[in-house]
């Protein structure tokens, strides 16, 4: 048990510049501002194979992938939308997740479309977490016509957008701390 709140930033896309990527950092800003430690899981620095791949098993950036979830107790999860689904990589990421890292510990979501706001993403995250017995916090966050989103110093344009990432994450700080693990 801990008093400390230690939280994991997964994107459902590559690359630093991905707007996954750049909306789960400013989402650990956030939650680093109200004193929590954050990792952020830089896909292209420690790639995850696809589960099952040969080798996969064996993978010393799975293993460390699996150790930090098990260290962490909140999660921010940010996946585009693709066909009205969560990416393969975010899938991919999950799959990589079990019970005994991460079950009893607090979730946010997050997605982001090319078009127009709906929770398809957001909710198949929502079952996936069920499943590997995270528990998913009500809160959570679709971000439409993505490529409008961010100014070109990589902050939100939206103030109400803004408001409710503020909003989302402090409800994931406290339960964390409520479930305390
Ligand atoms: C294969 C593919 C499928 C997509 N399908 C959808 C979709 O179903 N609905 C939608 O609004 N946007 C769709 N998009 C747009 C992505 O959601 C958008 O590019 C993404 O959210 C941007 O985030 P990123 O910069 O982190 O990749 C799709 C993009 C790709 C590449």
Not at 43 to 62: A, F, I, R, T, Y
Not at 71 to 81: G, I
Not at 94 to 118: C, E, P, R
Request: with cysteine; hydrophobic share 40%.
């Amino acid at each position: 048990m801990t008093d400390k709140v230690k939280g994991m930033g997964i994107s459902g896309s590559y690359g630093n510049e991905s707007n996954n990527s750049k909306l789960v950092k400013l989402g650990l800003e956030v939650l680093s501002n109200l004193g929590a430690e954050t990792y952020f899981w830089d896909l292209n620095e420690k790639p995850l194979p696809l589960v099952g791949e040969e080798g996969s098993w064996e993978n010393k950036n799975v293993a460390e992938f699996q150790n930090l979830a098990t260290e962490v107790n909140a999660y921010l999860l940010s996946s585009p939308e693709y066909h009205g689904c969560m990416s393969g990589v975010m899938k991919n990421q999950l799959d990589w997740i079990y019970n005994k890292h991460v079950g009893g510990k607090a979730f946010a979501l997050m997605s982001t479309l090319g078009g127009q706001s709906n929770s398809n993403t957001l909710n198949q995250m929502r079952i996936a977490v069920r499943w590997i017995h995270g528990w998913a916090i009500p809160e959570q966050i679709a971000v439409p016509n993505i490529k409008e989103a961010f100014n070109d110093d990589g902050l939100l344009n939206d103030e109400k957008l803004i408001e409710r990432l503020e909003n989302t994450m402090k409800a994931l700080f406290d339960a964390a701390l409520m479930l305390k693990k």
